[in-house]
């Protein structure tokens, strides 16, 4: 079997619905095994002792498995480390600046989805080669450290999720050292003070969502309007105020999602929107937006996606010519006329009218279910680029690219005796 391959370098069983737990062989394979990729599969039970072994291992995949009892800690003696997935795994335990240093190669770390608890490392942005970070749906607490390209060193940070946590205090002013970055969602947490004014300077930015976190209110910033790469802007109930005016979005034209929902910010909706041809979801509920949009929305042929009730749109409005072939979802009141008159329900039914909407409500039948938080929630952000994540969750192939993009070892090439990927041993033990 494997054990009887001493100068393995990849072994790759993911997805392979593989049970059971990890022998402690494992750790037996640490001097010449680089790359170690058992994400999606049932593996249950802690890590072995012998893993510390694995002095070797540059990229290991453990994503999605059924893991008890198992700590970050337990791959503290793995300095070889450039790549680490252990997202969803039941992972337990703290991010020390210990922690980080055992791992002076790391570039990609992804946590999330797991019970991560305590503070972030007050230098985990000094890090020296990291690039993407991704601690989301975790329990961390305290502040988002401010570290960001301090030192000599140019931050190579390309990739931050820190979405739903308890992180508090305010938005780092020094993230925008890390020119490189593309992707920023701190969305579901309770950061405060000041909303992020000056991001504007990082001109890679194709990715930002601030969304459901307690700043203080104030406009969209005008400068945001250099950030012509943008793909997806996110701030909903962030308590942003007043009108956005066309030149601060003039610049949106690759824009695919617009999420200003919940929020208080009045007038018409710019003009210039419609040149943002890409967008497939626009979110406005909650505002009190005036005028009309039907003649902004009809040009976009790409929209899925439409939420607007809760506005002060101009009566008479001719939604029929937002029925787009591509509009699945077009919500633009509430359409609850349980408590309404006779006069409210005629006019949400005149408002609503159009072979294209949903009417969503708490109460939908089953046919129709649709409702603001189920909208909302399923909204879900998407890794771009080198990631395209679905729900928030990696897949092989992404990281896979991303590595050789980035040069990151994944163990050499070598003969036939020095790399094996299995993809038949399906629902068996390791242990076989």
């Known amino acids: 079997g494997v054990r009887q391959l001493p100068n393995l370098k990849i072994l790759a069983l993911h997805a392979n619905q593989l049970q059971g737990p990890l022998p402690e062989w494992i750790g037996e394979m640490g001097k010449t095994l680089a790359t170690l990729k058992l994400s999606d599969n049932e593996i249950v039970g802690p890590i072995p002792s012998s893993f510390q072994n694995m002095t070797e291992l540059k990229v290991l995949h453990l994503n999605n498995n059924n893991f008890t009892g198992i700590e970050v800690e337990d791959f503290s003696n793995l300095p070889g480390l450039e790549l680490l997935l252990a997202a969803d795994t039941g992972l337990a335990g703290q991010l020390t600046s210990d922690l980080m240093a055992s791992w002076p190669n790391l570039m990609v770390l992804d946590l999330s989805s797991n019970e991560l608890n305590g503070n972030l490392p007050p230098d985990i942005f000094g890090h020296k080669w990291l690039s993407v970070l991704d601690l989301h749906n975790n329990i961390l607490s305290g502040t988002i450290p401010n570290n960001v390209g301090t030192g000599q060193r140019i931050s190579q940070l390309r990739y931050l999720s820190l979405f ?163 509009l699945h979802v077009f919500i633009l009141d509430n359409c609850n006329s349980e408590n309404s008159s006779s006069e409210q329900q005629e006019q949400q039914q005149l408002q609503t009218y159009c072979p294209c909407c949903y009417c969503c409500t708490p109460s939908a039948t089953s046919e129709g279910t649709c409702t603001e938080t189920q909208y909302v929630g399923n909204v879900d952000p998407v ?45 068996r033990s390791l242990l076989e």
């Not at 729900?391 to 003969?415: P, Q």
């Open 383 to 427: 890794w771009e680029t080198q990631f395209v994540r679905e729900r928030y969750r990696s897949s092989e192939n992404d990281l896979t690219s991303f590595a050789a993009m980035n040069s990151i070892s994944v163990g050499g090439e070598g003969n036939g005796r020095e790399r094996i990927r299995i993809r038949t041993i399906r629902g």
């Open 164 to 326: 739903g946590n308890n992180l508090t205090g305010s938005f780092p002013t020094n993230m925008t050292k890390a020119q490189h970055l593309y992707h920023i969602d701190v969305a579901h947490n309770s950061l405060e003070g000041s909303f992020p004014v000056n991001l504007e300077s990082l001109r890679e930015l194709r990715y930002i969502d601030l969304s459901f976190n307690e700043f203080d209110a104030g406009i969209v910033p005008a400068g945001y309007a250099s950030l012509s790469s943008l793909e997806h802007f996110a701030v909903q109930k962030t308590n942003r105020v007043g009108q956005m005016q066309n030149d601060s979005v003039a610049n949106w034209t690759k824009l695919e999602h617009l999420d200003l929902g919940d929020n208080n910010l009045n007038g018409m909706l710019p003009t210039v929107l419609s040149s943002a041809t890409k967008l497939k979801t626009v979110i406005l509920y909650r505002n009190n937006f005036t005028g009309e949009f039907s003649d902004i929305m009809k040009g976009l042929h790409q929209l899925e996606t439409l939420v607007a009730q809760n506005n002060s749109w101009i009566e008479g409005m001719n939604v029929e010519s937002l029925c787009l072939p591509t």
